[in-house]
């Protein structure tokens, strides 16, 4: 199945961009960013021994902002260079070598390579390809989408998940203790060891109005969680106060998003945040 790659069109896009990927002027990031001010949501550090302080702060992030980031999550910096290097190797491999894993035609499933994911309104495109699979528990994992090549791919990948589960615990015993539960019924609602971890690689490649054009218009999640990895260069924003506001940039940080799942579990306690990327 032939994959129209955003990849393709940036390539041929010198000044401009096609019509289906400029915003209407109420999504322009030109015109709707608050320019000038970064975002600075709460930043937790996760090793700070005062546990029931840790737990706290996840709790009043969860609630008040909806997303937080945190430092010293003891997931080493190797291991998430090696997991960033290879996504990046997988999408500047030939169009047609990616196509392999690209997402059935008429599937029901998230899974694959492509470059639509939400509907389109309108017929407005994001300025983004992705790679997406299911990475935990081993008998939900379909390899099938898992690229082959870089062929360090699926080791980079796996050693990504085994430090992640330490992380991922860690966020649900808070959340869980947030609302007056114990520190295991959440995850335990979610699916318990079976809870489903899916891996989300966006690319975006260089846009020559991105003041015009959105990566991934406005959304929240659909997850319990999601565990943001980013790069250095900026791209997240979030909705506050009725304003989009570009996400300061924290070096070896990992984003926090609290999901709708998150939100409906807990009543409307935790907010599912808000945010679109550039």
């Known amino acids: 199945m032939e994959v129209v790659s955003i990849q393709d069109i940036a390539s041929l896009s010198k000044d401009i961009i096609p019509d289906e990927f400029i915003r209407s002027e109420t999504e322009q990031p030109g015109i709707t960013t608050v320019h000038g001010t970064h975002l600075e949501v709460p930043i937790i550090d996760f090793s700070n021994p005062d546990e029931e302080k840790v737990e706290n702060q996840i709790m009043e992030a969860s609630s008040d902002w909806g997303m937080f980031q945190i430092v010293n999550h ?4 190797e291991v998430i260079k090696k997991l960033q290097q290879v996504g990046q190797e997988f999408f500047e491999l030939p169009q047609e070598e990616k196509e392999v894993y690209a997402k059935p035609p008429g599937s029901m499933s998230v899974e694959g390579y492509g470059t639509k994911l939400q509907k389109e309104v ?15 528990p081993p008998s939900a994992v379909n390899h099938r989408f898992w690229p082959r090549n870089p062929p360090s791919y699926r080791e980079a990948t796996e050693e990504y998940v085994k430090h992640l589960h330490r992380v991922v615990d860690k966020l649900f015993k808070s959340l869980s203790i947030g609302l007056g539960l114990e520190g295991h019924e959440l995850k335990e609602a979610r699916g318990g060891d079976d809870l489903v971890y899916l891996l989300k690689i966006n690319y975006y490649p260089p846009c020559p109005r991105p003041d015009l054009a959105l990566g991934v218009v406005a959304h929240t999640d659909m997850s319990s969680i999601t565990i943001l990895v980013p790069n ?13 506001y570009d996400v300061k940039y924290v070096p070896n940080a990992l984003v926090i998003h609290i999901g ?8 409307g306690k935790y907010k599912s945040v ?3 990327t550039t």
């Open 122 to 136: 309108d017929g407005k495109k994001g300025w983004v390809d992705h790679l997406f699979h299911k990475i935990w």
């Open 232 to 244: 250095n260069v900026q791209g997240l924003q979030a909705f506050r106060d009725g304003y989009w």
């Open 260 to 267: 709708d799942q998150s939100e409906i579990l807990s009543n």
């Open 274 to 276: 808000l945010h679109r």
């Open 74 to 77: 003891e997931i080493p910096t």
